[in-house]
């Protein structure tokens, strides 16, 4: 993955910036200001994700080609305790946190692939895609 | 400051022109309490036409000004919510339930007058 923009994730204002790069990045990549609207909300929970649980992580920004089509990939990496049930985590009202428990079924809903990896005690790796142009779903 | 409380007559107007942090957050939602009882207010116009996303936090941040804001006696309604924040917001599944949501600023004000006729403005 070439061109790799990366924001690490340390505070409130951390967020502001990665969401302000998804956007302007959304919108080069030709997505529509609605689309731009819902990958900047969806890197905006991520990010949130991370401070909440990890502290700190990094939100990473890429341009997409697979199979003939693309889009925006969305990689939010961080070092923190992990999440032992993942798919409690993803579904809905599920929370360890400060009230967080729309946080990742929220944004798996604002995108169109979702995928998670975590393991305990080494950390959490979500990476969410939006094809360009194709119906929501 | 991402956001300013205005007294306009018998109605608060907070302004939300940007992303706020957790703590500004709650900072706003302190100040909305306290200046309803200290300016006895009527009504409380959340207007968020200057937040380009509002995520879950922002949402249940708004929700709970809004019933912050009741339980002191005014009534609140959100303003401004733009186009594409609300198909987020619908995209997401996130409601705002119980919570009085109007177009603009504009509409916020009428929607405080009528709901301040129908109860009659005396007894406060």
Do not use: C
């Amino acid at each position: 993955m070439a061109d790799e923009d990366r924001i690490s994730i340390g505070s409130d204002s951390d967020l502001v910036v990665a969401r302000q790069k998804g956007r302007e990045l959304a919108g080069q990549l030709g997505f529509s200001g609605t689309d731009a609207t819902l990958i900047a909300t969806a890197i905006s929970e991520l990010a949130r994700n991370i401070l909440a649980y990890a502290g700190a992580g990094e939100i990473a920004l890429s341009h997409v080609f697979e199979n003939g089509r693309d889009g925006i990939v969305v990689v939010a990496r961080d070092e923190g305790p992990g999440i032992v049930d993942i798919d409690a985590a993803t579904n809905e009202g599920f929370s360890t946190g400060r009230g967080l428990g729309m946080g990742l079924p929220g944004t798996r809903r604002l995108m169109d692939e979702f995928q998670i990896h975590s393991e305990a005690g080494k950390g959490t790796q979500v990476v969410v895609k939006k094809w360009r142009g194709r119906a929501r779903g | 400051m991402p956001a300013s409380i205005l007294k306009q007559g018998e109605y608060l107007i907070a302004s939300i022109q940007s992303a706020l942090t957790d703590g500004e957050v709650l900072q706003l939602q302190d100040d909305i309490a306290e200046q309803v009882g200290r300016f006895r207010s009527r009504g409380v116009i959340l207007d968020v036409s200057g937040l380009d996303v509002i995520d879950s936090f922002v949402s249940r941040a708004l929700h709970a000004m809004a019933i912050t804001a009741k339980l002191r006696g005014a009534n609140a309604v959100i303003v401004g919510i733009r186009p594409e924040v609300a198909f987020a917001i619908v995209q997401m599944g996130l409601t705002l339930e119980g919570v009085r949501t109007a177009l603009d600023l504009e509409e916020g004000l009428a929607f405080l007058n009528r709901w301040g006729k129908e109860t009659g403005d005396s007894g406060r």
